[in-house]
């Protein structure tokens, strides 16, 4: 059997999806009938976003021009900066990758986060341009780009336009030609690289993976190594995309097995699976466990939601391993949870499923990043919560998350650029031209000034012609305070934020004024202070209303009057009482919306 | 009200009837339908009349043309109105009989033949006394014609009479508004109703504030306000209503039954009424409220069976609008209004409960806060 495992890397609206739909369905893998744009993002929130957030495979079939038959194993990988663990996961399962650039965009600032990560694999590359059936195509600017910037020659390039079909029969045959067959020793102890799960209600979890070395048949007695979890396999299959069992898959070979496994933590993205007497000793390289960078408190808007929450939680996590959750209790917003997140992208996902699936309303507070503090005692702790960071007596320093942030942009947006990110306490590392008009600027940047919104800040400023990626770079000890927030008074726990000293005074008056706009008129003055420790930084004073009385309420008005009033009492359970206080819920977001 | 008239209650007549249409108005009017009138009167006769067995043995202790524009009545069709009540309910003599009037269909001849059908009261629509802000409002007098039309209801020998006024029109500024009412308060009358203009949603005037085309000056709404209550109070009326003030005894006994929660009995097209724990409207088709009435002597559309909770919820809602407040009477004192009696809210005994100056100005979110419990 021919083999070839390969993915399809690109920038977001590259046109990816849309690549793999025409090469299945070339390969006759669906039927018209079943072709529906994007095949592989089953879900809906990845077909209206446009990204991929879990991991699929599609085997097809393809005989080659000169008539031979190759089995093609399409690793379609998540295509977001949050998730580049997972995609380098998925990259260790393929000896090669399409890399698609837009020949109207040209290369974009994940375009070369995927290169470095595919030539980490040492994954052979084949430079796909799309879109060329566009009128603002430039196909000779592009291709010169991917010969300078990733260096891969011009002659190589295949110029496709997935929407219009153009350049597919092109493109399958460069996979057969120019990417190598898998390596890997059927006779071999089995170790196969798990791709992603997924908990499936008939089959329990259901894993997908790549048989690196040695083969797996019904019935084995397997290990997940990094956990120790110990599972018999039922059933063996590939996707096609749909799923068909198969009696054993073996080294080169992409599939699924499931096996009566009812926790998907169990089966981790990029652990090693081996038989569980007698299997391999030595797991495949790469393995990480996915930790969150990215905490907010998730709180229902109807406190009786909770236990729905809860439970739409562990719903969640049971396909999510790389999410966690812990209860919290606020002061202000009652029960809720503590969610963990990988980023910014990944927390917006899962709050969107929660209210669109399950149909829950939520607040969420703004987003934090974790921090890791020296404690006087000589411990050292992780702080997700600004609420629960010591008080400045009780630590001895504070660090922070800082990436490693890649920007791709017009050259006229270069000082924009770098004014936002000194702004953020950026520190920049290098730059260098794509092209004569396109720069990539490199930055250490703290995670927690980019959480907020730094994203839109940087489309905003460059118009939209920005890109950005990023990676975890490291831990760096910052002059870091806590902002506290109170309303007449008392600390609204859910508000307080972690920001630099050099930013607090700035930020302090930004948020009173911000929380002046948005606390409406009650029948008292209301006091809004910013402090620092028990130091207040910034104040301001909603007045009380002075007048709100109906005009007129007469025989004809009673019954319509009464109404409106009762409905109020319903819209009680919308709002968040602070003391006597009702602090409507679009403030618990004015952090995100600061300058 | 007197303390044997506790059982009493008010009767309202719905005239929905118009020349044309005020801008801001939500009430139920419908101009162009005026042929209607003579059959509508004998449909109202007729409901009068098989409404009576609703109210046997009680007495009426007000009643009110309302509308629409109840002067676009002749006084023979109000004298028909009139005495159908006389004739089949208890209508003493001293009863207070109300019609509203808009200053272009009060005639001197008109206003004497109301009274002389039995009307003893009048109210007159005058709202501004700046031309330009009643055309913009879209009334269809001068204010000229206004001041004409409340002379004419004395001459007409009404000794109660009232007038309607509006407030924080678009553009408006106190010294203006202060200016109207002292001219206002001049002339004599023994009742004057001050209200701010409220853009309604329904209305065309809503949806031009709502468009941002027009704006009130609602920054100084409650300098309005308290304007209006010292120069009222200073030319002797008391304020005893949100937006109504009367010289001594002159309170509109009608409306006072509302906001004391007493029943009512609503006739005519639209007309709300509540006997006990009834609620209802009436169809508000003056063509198909003719019909109906015709037919079965009622038009009920909706009615409503009040529990003991909404109950509470109105008699609150509609008892702290009087100065005075109400004997509490069975509504259970709640923490909320302890908290808001400390905040200076409310003023609460054992035995009563009315709202503060400052309560009163905020009677709204003071409302919002009892139904909601904080």
Redesign the interface.
């Given at each position: 059997m021919d083999i070839r495992n390969f993915s399809i890397i690109a920038h977001i609206d590259h046109g990816k999806s849309t690549l793999a739909d025409r090469l299945l369905e070339r390969c006759g893998a669906l039927s018209s009938r079943e072709m529906k744009a994007q095949v592989l993002d089953d879900m809906d929130i990845e077909r209206e976003r446009g990204i991929t957030i879990k991991a699929r495979t599609a085997r097809l079939d393809y005989t080659a021009r000169d008539g031979r038959e190759y089995v093609l194993n399409l690793i379609d990988t998540p295509g977001h900066v949050d998730f580049s663990y997972e995609v380098s996961r998925s990259l260790s399962a393929c000896e090669g990758a399409l890399l698609i650039v837009d020949a109207t965009q040209g290369i974009e600032a994940q375009t070369l986060a995927n290169v470095h990560l595919a030539l980490e694999h040492d994954l052979a590359l084949i430079p796909v341009i799309n879109k060329v059936d566009l009128p603002a195509a430039d196909v000779e600017d592009v291709a010169r780009q991917i010969q300078e910037v990733i260096g891969l020659p011009k002659s190589e390039v295949i110029p496709v336009s997935a929407k219009m079909g153009v350049g597919i029969d092109e493109v399958l045959e460069a996979i057969v030609t120019r990417l190598p067959a898998p390596r890997g020793d059927v006779a071999a102890l089995p170790r196969v690289l798990l791709l992603d799960s997924w908990y499936d209600a008939y089959q329990g979890v259901v894993s997908l993976v790549r048989v690196m070395d040695g083969a797996l048949s019904p019935g084995d007695e397997i290990v997940f190594m990094s956990t120790g979890a110990r599972h018999k396999i039922d059933k063996l299959g590939v996707f096609t995309p749909k799923a068909r069992e198969v009696e054993r898959l073996q080294a080169g070979e992409v599939g699924y097995f499931t096996g009566a496994i009812r926790d998907v933590a169990d089966a981790r993205v990029g652990d090693t699976i081996t038989l569980a007497r007698g299997g391999a000793t030595k797991p495949l390289p790469g393995f990480k466990e996915a930790k969150p960078m990215v905490f907010s408190g998730l709180y229902p808007v109807d406190g009786d939601d909770y236990e729905r929450l809860r439970d739409a939680l562990s719903k969640l996590r049971l396909n999510d391993s790389s999410f966690h959750y812990e209860p919290e209790t606020s002061l202000a917003l009652g029960f809720g949870f503590r969610c963990g997140f990988l980023g910014l992208l990944h927390m917006g996902i899962i709050r969107e499923r929660l209210e669109r699936e399950f149909d829950l309303e939520l607040i969420s507070t703004a987003p934090s990043v974790v921090y890791k503090v020296k404690l006087t005692s000589g411990e050292e702790i992780s702080v997700d919560n600004p609420a629960k960071l010591p008080q400045p007596n009780e630590r001895l320093s504070v660090a922070e998350p800082f990436i490693e942030a890649t920007i791709i942009c017009p050259h006229d947006y270069i000082g924009a650029v770098m004014t936002l990110c000194r702004e953020r306490r950026g520190e920049q590392k290098k730059m260098e031209y794509l092209t004569p008009t396109r720069v990539s600027m490199e930055f250490y940047l703290p995670l927690n000034e980019v959480v907020l919104d730094f994203f839109d800040k940087l489309k905003s400023l460059s118009r939209g012609y920005a890109s950005m990626d990023y990676e975890f770079y490291g831990w760096r000890e910052s002059d870091l305070v806590k902002l506290d927030l109170l309303v007449n008074g008392e600390p609204v726990d859910t508000l307080s934020i972690i920001v630099h000293r050099d930013k607090a005074h700035e930020l302090g008056k930004e948020l009173t004024a911000k929380m002046r706009e948005l606390i409406p008129r009650h029948m008292f003055d209301i006091a809004i202070q910013a402090a620092i420790g028990g130091k207040i930084i910034s104040r301001a004073n909603v007045k009380a209303m002075r007048k709100n009385v109906l005009a007129k309420c007469y025989g004809g008005d009673i019954t319509r009057k009464r109404k409106l009033l009762e409905k109020q009492k319903e819209g009680k359970k919308r709002m968040k009482s602070v003391g006597s206080v009702e602090i409507p819920q679009e403030a618990f977001l004015a952090m995100l919306k600061t300058s | 009200m007197k303390k044997g008239d506790a059982d009493s209650f008010?009767v309202?007549l719905?005239i929905p009837f118009c020349k044309s249409k005020c801008l801001y108005c939500d009430?139920?009017s419908l101009p162009g339908q005026e042929k209607l009138i003579g059959r509508y009167v004998a449909a109202l006769a007729g409901e009068i009349k098989a409404s009576a067995e609703l109210v046997a043995g009680r007495r009426a202790a007000s009643v009110f043309f309302?509308g629409g524009t109840p002067s676009l009545l002749t006084p023979a069709q109000a004298g028909t109105v009139i005495d159908a009540l006389a004739g089949s309910m208890k209508l003493p003599s001293r009863a207070e009989i109300t019609i509203e009037a808009n200053p272009e269909s009060a005639t001197l001849a008109r206003l004497k033949g109301f009274r002389a059908a039995g009307v003893n009261r009048v109210s007159l629509g005058v709202q501004s006394l700046n031309n330009e802000q009643l055309r913009a409002l879209g009334r269809i007098h001068t204010a000229s014609q206004a001041r004409g039309a409340i002379a004419r209801a004395f001459d007409a020998g009404f000794t109660n009479v009232s007038g309607d006024l509006m407030y924080a029109l678009p553009g408006q500024t106190t010294d203006e508004w202060m200016d109207d009412l002292t001219e206002a308060a001049s002339w004599g009358l023994t009742h004057l109703s001050c209200?701010?203009?409220?853009p309604e949603a329904s209305t065309p005037y809503g949806r031009a504030v709502a468009r941002g085309d027009v704006e009130q000056p609602l920054d100084e709404?409650?300098e309005f306000?308290d304007e209006t209550e010292s120069l009222l109070r200073s030319k002797g009326y008391d304020h005893y209503e949100?937006?109504n003030y009367a010289r001594r005894g002159r309170a509109c006994a009608h409306?006072v039954g509302?906001w004391e929660y007493r029943d009512?009995v609503?006739l005519g097209a639209?007309?709300?009424?509540?006997l006990g724990t009834r609620?209802w409207?009436n169809i508000k088709s003056p063509t198909e409220y003719i019909k109906r009435a015709r037919a079965t002597g009622h038009a009920v559309w909706r009615a409503?069976k009040l529990t003991p909770d909404?109950i509470q919820?109105?008699r609150l809602?509609?008892g702290l609008?009087l100065r005075r407040g109400i004997p509490l009477d069975g509504i259970e004192i709640t923490p909320i209004m302890r908290?808001l009696s400390r905040?200076g809210?409310l003023r609460l005994t054992a035995r009563h409960i009315r709202a503060t100056a400052r309560?009163?100005?905020?009677?709204?979110?003071?409302?919002?806060?009892l139904?909601?419990g904080?």
């Open positions: - | 008010g309202y719905h009430f139920h309302g209200y701010q203009l409220t709404e409650s306000f949100v937006s409306n509302y009512y609503g639209g007309a709300h009424g509540k609620r409207i409503e909404l919820i109105e809602m509609l609008r908290t905040r809210l309560g009163w100005r905020v009677l709204d979110s003071v409302l919002r806060a139904v909601r904080g």
